[in-house]
């Protein structure tokens, strides 16, 4: 049973970083697809950052250049680095992995068959 569990969330100041971690376990994440998602209350779910097997990595247009994401597969870890965050980058940030090896085409939340618990971010003033 594949576990994704996130760290890293906090309380930031805008224009403020943070680091956010997910820590695959179940089977060697190294073979599969890996992302972020996020949900502001009231809103639905949306797509932050893929990287895939081979570390092709995708970006939402929101996060202009701001968001990185990158992966260690030594360490099962997919991390989500967060620079200039604003009060619309609050929300709950979760981890995810598809059963896919590239993340060509995987858009949706449904492409994605395993999710964390997520990680709580929010920003003010």
């Known amino acids: 049973q594949v576990q994704l569990v996130e760290s890293g969330g906090g309380s930031v100041q805008p224009g403020g970083s943070l680091t956010l971690s997910c820590v695959a376990s179940g089977r060697s994440m190294s073979n599969y697809c890996m992302g972020w998602f996020r949900q502001s209350p009231g809103k639905v779910r949306q797509r932050v950052a893929r990287i895939s097997k081979t570390e092709t990595t995708n970006s939402a247009d929101f996060e202009k250049g701001r968001f990185t994401i990158s992966r260690d597969n030594a360490k099962n870890t997919v991390y989500l680095q967060m620079n200039s965050l604003q009060p619309e980058d609050t929300a709950m940030y979760y981890c995810?992995?598809?059963?896919?090896?590239?993340?060509?085409?995987?858009?949706?939340?449904?492409?994605?068959?395993?999710w964390g618990q997520g990680t709580q971010v929010a920003v003010s003033a």
């Open positions: 995810v992995q598809a059963n896919s090896a590239s993340c060509w085409g995987l858009l949706r939340t449904a492409d994605f068959d395993f």
